[in-house]
T-cell receptor, first 120, second 115 residues
Framework: AQKVTQAQTEISVVEKEDVTLDCVYE???????LFWYKQPPSGELVFLIR??????QNEISGRYSWNFQKSTSSFNFTITASQVVDSAVYFC?????????????????FGKGITLSVRP | KAGVTQTPRYLIKTRGQQVTLSCSPI?????VSWYQQTPGQGLQFLFE???????NKGNFPGRFSGRQFSNSRSEMNVSTLELGDSALYLC??????????????FGQGTRLTVV
């Protein structure tokens, strides 16, 4: 069964601090996808990044960076020089390859989310 | 292009009633998934439709049902509402089903309150 654990529940930082959001996942599949989503107060989840299980290359995109390590089943997300607009709930999610005929596992499994508050 | 549209945005219903929520996916997307979000349980998968077929269903009672139309629009229905059904219901659309790695785009959700 697939599982995503976000051990941090709430993080509060002062603007311009760096912050890392942790994500640990469990899956028996060798083919899977990992995602980070951001949920601002308006409610919709905003897609941030996707990684497949065969691509451990870490990525930097502006102030955001991601660290994917299969050896520790972790997919961590770092915001550099945080801003007030980064305040939101951040979700890590996992999807496994679906069963070819039944479609089973065709879903996203989310962690509980991390509430990030960035204070001016 | 237009995003995922969910209607209505807010609903207040009484226990025992039924409710229908609607989701219009992004044009060209054939997969629609539904999730329930509550403070206690977080985001939980309800069901997923692809080309009018339900391909996957979460661990919810039979009171929760859904369907997808030929234009990919989807509806979910909850019958005999209970207080515990109060939640934010989110719809996600994607070109392919979630397991194929395409990103899902979410609507703003329908906030259902059962009194």
């Amino acid at each position: 069964a697939q599982k995503v654990t976000q051990a941090q529940t709430e993080i509060s930082v002062v603007e311009k601090e760096d912050v890392t959001l942790d994500c640990v996942y469990e899956t028996r599949d060798t083919t899977y996808y990992l995602f980070w989503y951001k949920q601002p107060p308006s409610g919709e989840l905003v897609f941030l990044i996707r990684r497949n299980s065969f691509d451990e290359q870490n990525e930097i995109s502006g102030r955001y960076s991601w660290n994917f390590q299969k050896s520790t089943s972790s997919f961590n997300f770092t915001i550099t020089a945080s801003q007030v607009v980064d305040s939101a709930v951040y979700f890590c999610a996992l999807s496994e390859a679906p069963h070819p005929s039944t479609g089973a596992n065709s879903k996203l499994t989310f962690g509980k989310g991390i509430t990030l508050s960035v204070r001016p | 292009k237009a995003g995922v549209t969910q209607t209505p945005r807010y609903l207040i219903k009484t226990r025992g009633q039924q409710v229908t929520l609607s989701c219009s996916p992004i044009s060209g997307h054939r997969s629609v998934s539904w999730y329930q979000q509550t403070p206690g349980q977080g985001l939980q998968f309800l069901f997923e439709y692809f080309s009018e077929t339900q391909r996957n269903k979460g661990n919810f009672p039979g009171r929760f049902s859904g369907r997808q139309f030929s234009n990919s629009r989807s509806e979910m229905n909850v019958s005999t509402l209970e207080l515990g059904d109060s939640a934010l219901y989110l719809c996600a659309s994607s070109q392919e089903p979630p397991g194929y790695g395409t990103e899902a785009f979410f609507g703003q959700g329908t906030r259902l309150t059962v009194v």
